[in-house]
Every structure is written in C-alpha cells, then in structure tokens.
C-alpha cells in the first residue's frame, strides 16, 4: 500500500529536475529495433536506418558479451551525440539492477545523451521497488545534468514475480512508459520447457477427438487434426489489460527465429490485435514486418471509416454489410482511425495510402 498522495506523484524527486508527465505521449513505436553498440559493423548502419524505424534501442543487456560491456556503453554515447535522430526515438536497455554494469550505464548515459534518450529499457523487473530505484536515480540524475524532459521507463516483463505484480509496476510511477514480454527470460524463470526465444512450439497443441470403434475404443491411429496452441496468450493479454488500465503502452518482444519471417509475422499480428502497439525487432529483416503488421491495414481504415460515417453523432445502431454496428464498434474503429493518423504524420507511404481510401459522405 502506497503513502503517496496522487499529486505527490506528479511533484520531481530531485529538486531541480524535470516535471513528471500527467499522460504518455502515444508516440508510434511499431518496432524498436536493437543494435548492439560495440559491434562495429552493426553500430555503422544506425545514422542511416533513422526515419525507417520509429525506435533505434542501444543494447547494453544480454546478447552483448561481458567483455563488451563498457565499449557498448561507449559506443552508444558516441552514436547518439554524433547522429539526429530527427522524428526516431532513441532508447536504450540498461543492465540488469542486479548487475556490476548498471549503476555505470545510468551514471554515464544520463548526462552524456539524456537529452537525446526518450526511454531506458529496465530488464527483469520484478517489483515496483525496482521502478522506485530507477524513478529517484534518474531524477538525481537529471537534476544533476539539467535534463528538460523526463526520461521515461519501460520494463520487460520477464520473470514470474514481474507477471504476478504488473499491475503494481505499470503504477508505479509517471515515467512508466509500457511494457514488453520477454518470452525467453520468462520462459526460463517459469522453468518452461522450451529452448526459443519467443514464437510458439508444436508440442503445445490441442488434438482433435478419435473416431470410436464398433468396441466404443478411440481408434489411435486415425489422422487427427492439430491444433497449436499459444504459449504467449496469458501473459501478453495480462500485460495488455495492466497497461491500458494505468494509461501506459504494451509491447510483444522478441521472435528468435529470424529465417522464419512467416512465423514471425504471425506472432507479431496476435500481439497486435490483442493491444499491442509495436515489438521489437532483432534483425533489419523484421523492421518491415512490424511496420506492416503495427499499422492499421487498408481494409480495416475504410471499415472504419465507413462505420464512422455512418454512426453520425456516434449513438445509435446501423447496418452494414449485415452487421449490426453501434457505439462500441465504433470506438473500435475510432481505435484504428487514430492510430492511422498518427503513423501518417511520420510515414509519408503510409499518409499517401491512407489518403488513397475513398472515404464516404458522412
Ligand atoms: C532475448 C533477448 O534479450 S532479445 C534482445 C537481444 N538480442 C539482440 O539484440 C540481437 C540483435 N541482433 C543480432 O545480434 C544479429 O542480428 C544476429 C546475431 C541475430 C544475426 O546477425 P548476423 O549473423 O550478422 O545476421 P546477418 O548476416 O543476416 O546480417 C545481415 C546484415 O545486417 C546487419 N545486422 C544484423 N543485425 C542487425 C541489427 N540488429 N541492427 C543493424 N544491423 C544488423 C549485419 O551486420 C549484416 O551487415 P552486412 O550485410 O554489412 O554484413
Ligand atoms: O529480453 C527478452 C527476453 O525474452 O528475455
Ligand atoms: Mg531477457
């Protein structure tokens, strides 16, 4: 049970640093693609790959080798004070709070880029308490720097404690921006018995019944349909809900099998039309599948479109197609006509197709 009042959390906890945000700008984040800044090869591409991804992510967690921590950290503070990242944000994710490198991480990167960084990336998180600590150092942090605006937090929800209390963690401060499922984190802290990173596995599947025999046995050897299941449903529908409830974003995480573009772009679309508004990206490869999948298809925005014109001041019931369309269906597609605008004042593609749809008289 807090002691705070609710004005409390909107009073600094440093003197002098920024004001916490009252509401989480609804910023497009389809992917936040990773890079890994000690890696000479990939941290080359990052200047060029502004504008075609709406977040570039410096990754100073796991994937970077122990020995490449401090050249990670490094490398990310010369990219960022080297490069405008005009309309693409600029996250990174910090060690864990546990680990020997993430007292460092913040203390270096906050006053070297925090005016460039939107959102630190917290990994395993397992409690508002771990929030807490983040929330107090950044705000000294910023104070110390003279940071405008308040960095903002985003946690991966990847153990079980962090599944059990997200309620409380989205909650836990203003900064708190979303949330991403870290299926591989998750997966082992649950001990699950599985060895991917994200996606689903062929073991988890629901069978068809057996026919029966004149003997009233189910007959084994029938061919039988199958049926695979989601391994991700819980949890990314329980992170969904805790998000929308504190006003924050969800995101899904990453898909390990980067060859199977196929598998990938499935798993991304289930995220997003259970609620997500974006998902990492590992590989160049997987930018245009989130791109496409996080945007509202053209289908679906002259749908809307029609169901906005046609339900007038927005009460009511009307037909369409055979379909009984009323407030409720409408707010959904207000949900997609929204977020079409929004995408559309960064992606020019995306306006001009947007602008292609004959939209109806109201
Ligand atoms: C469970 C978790 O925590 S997930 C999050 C942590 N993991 C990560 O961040 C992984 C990030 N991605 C990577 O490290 C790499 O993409 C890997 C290791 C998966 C594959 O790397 P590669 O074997 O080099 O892939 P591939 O050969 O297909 O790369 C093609 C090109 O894209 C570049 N590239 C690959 N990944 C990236 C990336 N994330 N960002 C920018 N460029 C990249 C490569 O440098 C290569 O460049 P080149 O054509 O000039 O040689
Ligand atoms: O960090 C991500 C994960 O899946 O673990
Ligand atoms: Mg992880």
């Known amino acids: 049970m807090s002691h705070k009042s609710a004005k409390d959390f ?53 994937a970077v080798k122990a020995d490449n921590k401090v050249a990670a950290r490094e490398g990310l503070v010369r990219i960022a004070q080297a490069t405008d990242f005009g309309p693409t944000q600029l996250w ?28 630190i990336m917290v990994p395993k998180v397992q409690e ?65 018995k599985t060895t991917r990173v994200g996606g689903g596995h062929p073991g988890y599947l629901v069978r068809e019944d057996a026919p029966r025999g004149e003997d009233g046995l189910p007959d084994l050897d029938a061919k039988r349909a199958i049926f695979q299941q989601d391994l991700w449903h819980y949890t990314i529908a329980k992170m969904v809900d805790a998000c929308a409830t504190h006003g924050i974003y969800p995101y899904y995480g990453p898909f390990g099998d980067i060859k199977d573009t196929v598998a990938c772009e499935d798993q991304f679309r289930n995220a997003f039309l259970l609620g997500c508004v974006g998902t990492w990206s590992l590989h160049p490869v997987q930018i245009k599948i989130a791109n496409r999948v996080f945007s ?67």
């Not at 110390?144 to 059990?164: D, F, N, Q, S, Y």
Request: aromatic share 2%; net charge negative.
């Open 10 to 62: 909107f009073r600094p906890l440093a003197v002098g640093a920024p004001a916490p945000l009252r509401e989480i700008p609804a910023r497009p984040s389809r992917a936040i693609h990773f890079f890994d800044p000690s890696n000479e090869k990939m941290a080359a591409k990052i200047p060029d790959m502004v504008g075609t991804v709406d977040v570039l992510l410096g990754n100073l967690e796991d």
């Open 92 to 119: 990174t994710r910090i060690n864990s709070l546990d680990s020997p490198w993430v007292l460092d991480d913040l203390t270096t990167l906050v006053p070297a880029i925090g005016e460039k960084l939107d959102v």
């Open 128 to 192: 508002p308490a771990d929030i807490h600590y983040v929330d107090r150092i950044l705000a000294q942090l910023e104070a110390k720097a003279g940071i405008t605006k308040p960095i903002l937090i985003h946690a991966i929800l990847e153990t079980a404690r962090g599944v059990a209390n997200v309620e409380e963690i989205c909650g836990a401060s203003p900064r708190m921006q979303g949330l991403s499922l870290g299926p591989a984190d998750l997966a082992a802290d649950r001990k699950m």
């Open 296 to 362: 509202p298809s053209v289908e679906d925005i002259a749908h809307a479109r029609r169901v906005v014109a046609a339900m007038g001041d927005g009460t009511g019931a009307v037909m369409i197609d055979g379909k009984m369309e009323d407030d409720a269906s409408l707010k959904q597609c207000l949900v997609l006509v929204e977020l079409a605008e929004k995408l559309a004042e960064i992606d020019p593609d995306l306006k001009a197709t947007y602008d292609a749809i004959e939209t109806p008289e109201a």
